[in-house]
Every structure is written in C-alpha cells, then in structure tokens.
C-alpha cells in the first residue's frame, strides 16, 4: 500500500538575513487536498533573486509554469517564466536582481493556479522581504522562499492545536521536543558538532509557528500575517546571534520519524549539521486531525 507523505521545509539566515535552502517530502499521515503554492520573491545571500512555487499532496504529476511578474506603470511586465513537471515538489527560479516591485504566480495544468504577495526588492540580502512563503517539496528542489504563498482556500480547524507535551516546570520544552533536541545533537555528533542547547526564547518562536500553522492550516515558513522566522526569533526575546536557520515539517507523527525525515533531505540537514549553531528551539503542535507541525530554530550566539 502507498504511504501517504509529510512535508518538511527550511530557511538558513547569516547574519540576521535570511537565504532560502532546500526543502522536501518526507513519510506522513493522511494525504490533503492537492494545493499549489508560490512564494512571494526573495533576495538570498548571494544577492540573487529567487521565487519558488510547490505542489502539495498531489500525488500525479503535472507541469508547474512559474512566472517572475514585476509591479509596473501599466500592464505589469513578466521578468521570467520557468516551468517543470513534477509530483509533488517544488519549481525553483533564479536570476540576477534589480530593484523594484515585484510578485509570482504560479500555474499547475491540472487547473491549481497561486499568487503571492507583491514585495520591494533592494537587491541587497538585508532587503530580503518579509513576506508570507514557503516551503515545501522533494528534494529535488533548491531553495524555500521567504515569502507568502497564496493556496486555494482550506476551511480552518475550529478548535486551538495543542502540543503533544506539557513542558515542565522551569525547563524548557516538552518531552517530545527535548528528544528532537537530542536525535539531532546525536547526529551533530557525528559530524564533530558541538551539542545544541535548547533555549528557551528559540522554543518559544518554534512552538508559536508550530501552534499558528496548525490553527490557521498552512504550512510556511513566513507567518499569515506577513512575519519572517527571524521577526518570530526577536519577538520571543532572543537577542544577539549572528547566524539563524529553520526546518519546519509537517505530519511526521514522532521525534526520530521528523528527525530521520530532515537528515534524508540536503537542506534541512545542512542546518542541523552546520557546526557553528550553538543553541535551538523546537515547536510541536497537533492540529485539529492530530497531524503534528513540527519547527526547529537554530542561532549562533
């Protein structure tokens, strides 16, 4: 019998800034409707321009055409367009940038059609927008966006998503994310990476992006309202920190299955093994249907 799919996705910030990675698919609970998302373009590290478009719990494949459209006096104008036939995955553009106004759709011919929030570009990796994206797909991709895509409309859950846990009085997390933070220092050591500690502002962030995509079902790593991981990182109070990243997954249902998912994927799994991270936190929450969001942050301090 076919298994159905989770999904993963993750974003890498050097210096405060965020630079989009890799993202994928990893074994879940029960399929979603077939949703087709684009995330709003973003300014990596590199200084390039990058827009991303996925299909989620689709099953067949179908050609995705991804088109760069640029804010405009008069008709707005298409910068690129790219297309890829895939399942479920992700169609990744890259190009040189200039600045300006600029948003994505995104177009499945199996009738899925998505647009993303329109956002001004500097053309710098500090002029990264902080729109609402991301993320997710096999790992045939190369990036997750930092931008806000636009789904076809799925009915909220009605009622608060919890965690699977209760964290304990004066520590920091619950049981199950404390044995995220453990698989994944036990794979940082093989690699000859110090152990993370879990802190507890990064927890904080980590568990209220994994509570508001479980109650508003969506799955990105920029907020509904518009709030990029790191916006989420300083609003819990963490301060300082001089390179951050994020893995979110979703419908994983334990800690070694979400954790066995991001070290099969190149992105995710760059994050956990990059050395110079020195402190994380790790969100769980269950929507509705019981199917878990999980997110980790990662900060150098």
């Known amino acids: 019998m076919r298994r159905p799919l989770g999904v993963l996705a993750c ?3 050097v210096a405060a800034v965020s630079a989009p990675v890799a993202t994928a698919h990893a074994a879940a609970a029960p399929q979603a409707e077939c949703r087709l998302t684009v995330a709003a373009p973003a300014v990596a590290a590199t200084g390039r321009l990058q827009v991303s478009a996925d299909r989620l719990d689709c099953g067949d494949r179908a050609l995705v055409r991804v088109r760069l459209m640029r804010a405009v006096a008069g008709p707005d104008r298409v910068v690129r367009s790219g297309a890829k036939r895939i399942g479920d995955g992700r169609v990744t553009m890259t190009l040189p940038c ?7 759709t995104a177009t499945d011919y199996r009738g899925l059609s998505a647009k993303s929030k329109a956002v001004r570009l500097s053309c710098s990796p500090a002029g990264t927008p902080t729109a609402t994206p991301t993320p997710t797909a096999t790992p045939t991709a ?3 966006p930092t931008a806000s895509p636009t789904a076809p409309a799925t009915p909220a859950p009605s ?4 965690s699977p846990g209760t964290p304990p009085a ?5 049981a199950e994310e404390n044995e995220v933070v453990r698989l994944t220092n036990a794979e940082r050591a093989k690699g000859g990476c110090q152990p993370l500690k879990h802190d507890a502002q990064l927890r904080k962030a980590a568990f209220g992006h994994s509570s508001d995509m479980a109650t508003q079902n969506y799955f990105n790593h920029t907020s509904k309202d518009g709030r990029s991981f790191m916006d989420r990182i300083r609003g819990a109070g963490f301060t300082g920190g001089t390179a951050f990243a994020e893995n979110i997954a979703l419908g994983q249902p334990t800690p070694a299955a979400v954790v066995s998912a991001w070290m099969k994927s190149s992105g995710h799994r760059a994050n956990i093994m990059n ?3 020195t402190v994380i936190g790790v969100g769980a929450a269950k929507n509705t249907q019981g199917r878990i969001y999980w997110t980790q942050n990662f900060a150098a301090r």
């Open 98 to 104: 200039a600045p300006g106004v600029y948003y994505a």
């Open 170 to 174: 004066g520590g920091v997390g619950t």
């Open 11 to 13: 974003l890498v910030s």
């Open 159 to 162: 009622a608060t998503p919890t």
């Open 275 to 277: 050395c110079k991270y």
């Open 142 to 144: 190369t990036a997750t």
